[in-house]
């Protein structure tokens, strides 16, 4: 498949490497130009470009980028085929991204991201820690293997996500719609849990809305308090003991 990538922090750089190892033809851009691009993460053939050649001639597009910059990016997804699929990893963290009202508010953050991209997006890769990502794949059908909700609403979108899931090394889980994507946001129990297919469904279903906003904060504050600015990204079993001890 054809893919594009936008963004090469941390979870991005994975994904960079990941997918272009298990075949596909991978795009990579940044907002700083694909001079900029660590040479490293292209080992596996992924190319670097400029964003708007990123997304040109693609089959789906990946925006790995903070969520406060989502809306940066729509002026040039605005002349992207409809059919092109958009998978977008964000998360809303008021401490980074500045307050969003209506997130505030209670609006679902996939619906929000809509909204400001203009067109239907799956969520995936939202729900799991950097250095879960980039040490926990495994090949399908082995036991314990990460599981990653998956959220959207049109049928291609879930189809495409859930398979580039799956060759990123984690088990995909129907999450069902963008409206109930809430349940796999910071501060829901399936959040940077390393769950297992097993276990994905029941946590999904127990999450508890109103909750999210607060715990969320206390999982930033606990790491900030750790790791000094809360922008650091903690170890992989840290991130994973910490999110089952508060949003579980």
């Not at 893919?3 to 750089?13: A, F, V, Y």
């Not at 990579?28 to 292209?42: C, D, F, H, K, Y």
């Not at 750790?226 to 999110?243: C, H, I, K, Q, W």
């Amino acid at each position: 498949m054809k893919i594009g990538i936008i963004g090469t922090g941390q979870i991005g750089k994975t994904l960079v490497r990941t997918l272009s190892s298990a075949g596909h033809d991978v795009k990579v851009a940044n907002s700083r130009g694909p001079e900029t691009i660590e040479a490293e993460i292209l080992t596996s053939g992924a190319r670097a470009t400029t964003a708007r050649d990123a997304m040109a001639d693609v089959e789906a597009i990946i925006l790995s980028i903070p969520l406060n910059s989502l809306r940066d990016i729509a002026r040039l997804l605005a002349d992207v085929p409809e059919e092109v699929v958009v998978i977008d990893t964000s998360n809303y963290y008021p401490f980074r991204d500045g307050p969003i009202a209506a997130i505030d508010a209670g609006q679902v953050e996939s619906l929000w991201v809509v909204e400001q991209l203009g067109r239907p997006i799956a969520k995936a890769w939202n729900a799991i820690g950097s250095g879960s990502l980039a040490t926990k794949r495994q090949p399908a059908g082995s036991q314990g293997r990460v599981a990653i909700p998956v959220a959207a609403d049109r049928p291609r979108d879930r189809e495409v996500a859930m398979a580039l899931v799956d060759d990123s090394g984690l088990d995909p889980f129907d999450a069902g719609s963008l409206a109930d994507s809430w349940r796999q946001q910071p501060g829901a129990p399936c959040y940077g849990s390393d769950l297992t297919r097993e276990e994905m469904g029941d946590a999904l279903k127990a999450a508890e809305k109103a909750r999210l906003p607060k715990r969320r904060d206390l999982a930033v504050a606990v790491m900030q308090e750790r790791l000094g600015d809360g922008t650091t990204n903690p170890d992989a079993e840290f991130g994973v003991r910490l999110s089952r001890a508060i949003f579980r």
